[in-house]
């Protein structure tokens, strides 16, 4: 498939999701797409096949990123856990005007790969650690220094939230997208995190952004 066809099946998929795609962040989509499918012929980046560029491959990699990008600000500083073959992490830091994205990832040869990516694109500011983010917490210089925390296929029990909120600054949000089948997010969340929506991401996948706000709290009262 040429660059042209690539483009207009994904300016398709993202106006079938409500979303748009300039010109400059669909290149650089197209790039990390195809990156992805070339290393994913020699190590497991993902279970999906990437020989061409299908509608679900497409909505799961590219569109649903893009579609939550669009609840972050502009300059936002993302961290994004068990980034694996850097989706969502990758697409939805290229939505953000100036973010700078921070992904985890404990396989050395998935963050090869990442390192690769952010070179290609030339992604400013952003950077790969090869870590199990529970190692990170013990990083005080880590804690409550990012605007958006993003995860996706982790277990997501309250124990490993208030984990990983440590990242993440107070009036800071957690984005997790989740798919029909992931089992649902607790609706009861202790403080500082609350809860603020469920979002539609991708019709067709019935995947859903979960948006968890790090409130402010009140030392005096």
Not at 162 to 170: C, E, S
């Amino acid at each position: 498939m040429n660059s042209r066809e690539f483009q207009e099946r994904l300016t398709r998929r993202a106006r079938r999701a409500g979303a748009t795609v300039p010109p400059a962040l669909g290149a650089k989509l197209e790039a990390y797409y195809r990156l992805l499918a070339t290393w994913n012929r020699k190590i497991n980046l993902t279970g999906m096949d990437l020989t061409d560029p299908i509608p679900e491959a497409l909505d799961r990699l590219l569109i649903e990123p893009i579609v939550a990008a669009k609840h972050a600000s502009a300059s936002a500083r993302v961290i994004d856990i068990g980034s694996g073959g850097g989706s969502p992490a990758i697409p939805f830091a290229l939505a953000i005007p100036r973010a700078r994205l921070l992904m985890v990832e404990s396989k050395i040869r998935k963050s090869v790969f990442l390192k690769e990516a952010i070179r290609l694109l030339e992604m400013d500011g952003s950077d790969v650690v090869a870590s199990r983010y529970e190692a990170l917490l013990a990083r005080p210089e880590l804690h409550e220094t990012h605007d958006v925390l993003t995860v996706r296929a982790v277990r997501l029990e309250m124990r490993v939230l208030m984990g990983l909120q440590a990242f993440v600054k107070r009036d800071g949000h957690l984005f997790l997208f989740q798919s029909q089948s992931a089992e649902p997010t607790m609706t009861l969340l202790t403080p500082p995190l609350r809860r603020i929506a469920t979002v539609p991401l991708v019709e067709d996948l019935h995947s859903r952004l979960i948006l968890i706000r790090k409130e402010l709290i009140d030392e005096n009262t």
